[in-house]
């Protein structure tokens, strides 16, 4: 599951166009839409901890867990003060001090859980350390986002000091991506590495099964950035879950 080595110290430079603070106002909107004011709150994968620390500077106090030690070490590195509690973690079996009041995954990242038995496992520990009125909010890539937009699709990101190229093949529900990367390291050379990165898409009944066994309620799907219904070419969906 595991990846985002030499991609986390260049991920915030290849990825400057994600409107993040569009992706934060977002996440403030579904929680009020459900009356949620939460204090503490847990960003599953969290990254380079662009939403993690952008809700911190709003008041929040938050807690970022990610798989990866690299990534990790560029949020960190981001952080003005020492408040945020950052957790190299698989949020397939994460553990926290307590429970929280709410939890968000972002990114797709859940679409990176290959085994439904594992996306349990990761449902039933979000129940565990859920308050009883906190809400749970994900979003996850589409199936009609793998084979109508990527499938078969490569795409590139050009800085000056990096270069990045995906490409992409989806096949029985996995979009298997790979990466290669140019980083500069001098005047005339670049240092090339790759990285092969797999998810998988699942049906939103699937989703609303795992969640019913975790314990979870499935409150509501909307297609991203906006409260409309799912369409039929959503190609990324949030989920709202409480206890």
Known sequence: ??????????????????PYDEWVSYILSLWAEYDSNPKLVLELGCGTGNITLRLAEL??????????????????????????????????SFE?????DSIICLFDSLNYILNENELLDTFKLVYNYLNPDGIF????????KFKHVL????????????ACIWGHIYNDDILEYFVTLFIKQNADSYQKSEEFHYQKSYPIKKIKHLLDLAGL????????????PVKPNSERVYFIASK
Not at 1 to 18: C, G, K, N, T
Not at 61 to 79: C, F, H, N, P, R
Not at 96 to 100: A, M, R, S
Not at 217 to 228: G, M, Q, R, S
Request: one cysteine or more; glycine letters at 4%; hydrophobic letters at 40%.
């Open 217 to 228: 309620k499935l409150l509501n799907t909307y297609d991203a950035f906006t409260f409309d």
């Open 59 to 92: 008041g929040y106090d938050m807690i970022g867990s990610d798989i990866s030690e690299d990534m990790l070490t560029v949020a960190k590195s981001k952080q003005k003060n020492n408040d945020v509690l950052f957790l190299c973690q698989d949020m397939r």
């Open 1 to 18: 599951m595991e990846a985002y080595r030499s991609f986390a110290y260049v991920y915030d430079l290849l990825m400057d166009d994600i």
């Open 137 to 144: 909010i994900f979003d996850l890539n589409t199936a009609y």
């Open 96 to 100: 926290l001090y307590g429970t929280v």
């Open 151 to 162: 499938d078969n699709n490569s795409f590139s990101v050009v800085k000056d000091s990096a």
